[in-house]
């Protein structure tokens, strides 16, 4: 079994990314325990770097660890919600306006992994129970439905067109029934 791995205070997205493969490697081989993946999980989520390179990696890895994230994982997560709350928001939002451009070009296993994304973002949202994701998903359902609000240059600087924007309405209602 492996000791908890360190993580750079000043970690970049890279850094994060490249940490997360060699993280989610020695998981797939069990070679670490719970209390060091817990540990080394919550390092790399502490920053907004670590936590995104590790979302563009656990989310989007073809090996089904992502559909079923153990307890270490969701107390990890749990451990920077203002961090990861606005991530996993703006994920599933990317993931669902992703899908539907995908298909609009005909490209169905592109379609297929933003789906997936989806699905995986959903469920962590589900299992950690942020309160923070709760407030986030409600401005970020108005900005869409409203073109205006807290993520509107957030919708405009992706470009989301009136379905994506519709799609990722659906999501966050999702989500906001899912809420305690």
């Known amino acids: 079994m492996t000791d908890a791995i360190s993580v750079p205070a000043n ?35 502490s920053t907004e770097n670590g936590a995104r390179g590790f979302f563009v990696t656990y989310l989007t890895d073809e090996r089904s660890l992502a559909d079923h994230p153990s307890d270490a994982v969701i107390r990890a997560l749990q451990s920077s919600p203002e961090i ?18 995908h298909r609009r070009n005909q490209n169905e296993e592109m379609a297929q992994g933003s789906d997936r994304v989806q699905t995986r973002t959903a469920q962590l949202i589900e299992r950690l129970k942020l309160p923070e994701v709760t407030d986030k998903a409600q401005k970020l359902h108005a900005s869409a439905a409203t073109g205006t609000g807290d993520y509107q240059a957030f919708l405009d600087r992706w470009g989301y067109d009136a379905e994506q924007r519709k799609v990722i309405q659906q999501n966050m209602e999702r989500v906001l029934g899912a809420e305690p």
């Open 11 to 45: 970690i970049s997205f890279e850094q994060a990314i490249a940490l997360t493969e060699t993280l989610m490697a020695q998981m797939q081989q069990q070679q670490l325990t719970e209390p060091a993946l817990e540990a080394t999980l919550s390092a790399l989520v």
């Open 84 to 101: 990861v709350s606005e991530l996993l928001v703006k994920n599933l939002a990317m993931s669902s306006a992703m899908a539907v451009a």
